[in-house]
């Protein structure tokens, strides 16, 4: 691997541990993103120097999350994959999913506290109130910016 490619797969590993994923799944996207054309999970494996099993179930999730893509690439019957169009985009979108979800959690434990007046439960009370409302603008906010960056991208 080239100095410039592995200073910025390397880097990109090491951007995803401080996400609390993988290291190896951010090498893959970051080998992913440098590479211009399709790669397969053998020339994956060979540039980062490890076995097919991590990396192919590493990949299953990136699909799964609708990060990268596998691509049939006509005379090979290996499987290719390559970053999807708008990959950051989509990255936001599924961070922004997560904090949907927290929203959910929240307003279903307020309805559930409406009407508990316990002394022991004002407090967790007050925090569902407060994470209703911050997730609730939050959301406001996540969707504004997507639909912004939509707007400002001409290939979207």
């Known amino acids: 691997m080239d ?7 390397n880097r990109f590993g090491d951007a995803y541990k401080d996400f609390g994923l993988p290291v190896l799944m951010g090498r893959i996207v970051g080998l992913l993103l440098y590479w211009d054309e399709p790669m397969s999970l053998d020339t994956m494996t060979d540039e980062l ?27 090979d019957r290996k499987d ?6 708008h990959v950051f985009l989509q990255a936001f ?8 979800r927290n929203l959910t959690l929240a307003k279903e434990f307020e309805r559930k506290l409406r009407n508990n007046d316990k002394p022991e439960n004002a407090k967790f009370k007050s925090r569902m ?14 969707n504004s910016f997507i639909d912004k960056w939509r707007e400002e991208q001409t290939d979207l």
């Open 3 to 9: 100095e410039l490619k592995h200073e910025f797969v």
């Open 49 to 75: 120097h490890v076995s097919k099993g991590p990396v192919s179930q590493i990949l299953r999730r990136l699909r799964d999350h609708n990060l990268v893509k596998r691509i049939w690439v006509g005379g």
């Open 129 to 142: 109130k407060e994470m209703v409302q911050f997730n609730s603008q939050m959301q406001e906010y996540l």
């Open 80 to 85: 290719y994959y390559q970053v999807v169009d």
């Open 93 to 100: 979108i599924n961070q922004a999913e997560l904090l949907r």
